[in-house]
């Protein structure tokens, strides 16, 4: 129930940057969005079409909450963009730097889409809708 409330206030938050979501680069801070046990700003160093690398401090050794947080704001950045399902890339898991890929759909091919590293073993993958659950993040309107 709390997480739901935090990331209301992500979209009242970042209104401004709806207007430029398809050129300005992604950062959230998890004080700024009512995630007060943490201290986290996650970054988005560049942007492709299906791919967004970003900067998360501590990631290879985040607590329980660094985690929900991030994944709260992988689904984010898919809300924003349109898609349904982020795949975090295999080999992100290990330092700061983090690849995250988006699908449309549940049946898009990873591989083709987004290549071998968001197909590995090691990858972690959701549905945008099932993670919004914890999250409450309002979906814009079609």
Known sequence: MLIKGYFIGLL?????????ADTRLYQIRSKDVGWNTIDLT????RREARISYLNIPRYRNR???ESRFAMCAFTDIALRRDFQVWI???????????EV??????EEDVKTT??????????????????NRMCGI???PR
């Not at 209104?15 to 430029?20: C, N, R, T, V, Y």
């Not at 890929?101 to 549940?106: A, D, H, N, Q, R």
């Open 138 to 140: 309002r979906e814009r």
């Open 114 to 131: 987004l290549g071998e590293r968001f197909a590995g073993p090691q990858v972690l993958r959701a549905n945008v809708k099932v993670v």
């Open 101 to 106: 890929g988006f699908l449309k759909t549940e």
């Open 63 to 65: 607590t329980s909450v």
């Open 42 to 45: 996650i970054t988005e160093t």
């Open 12 to 20: 009242a938050l970042s209104a401004s940057m709806l207007a430029h």
């Open 88 to 98: 975090v890339a295999d080999g992100s898991l290990s330092g700061d730097k983090v």
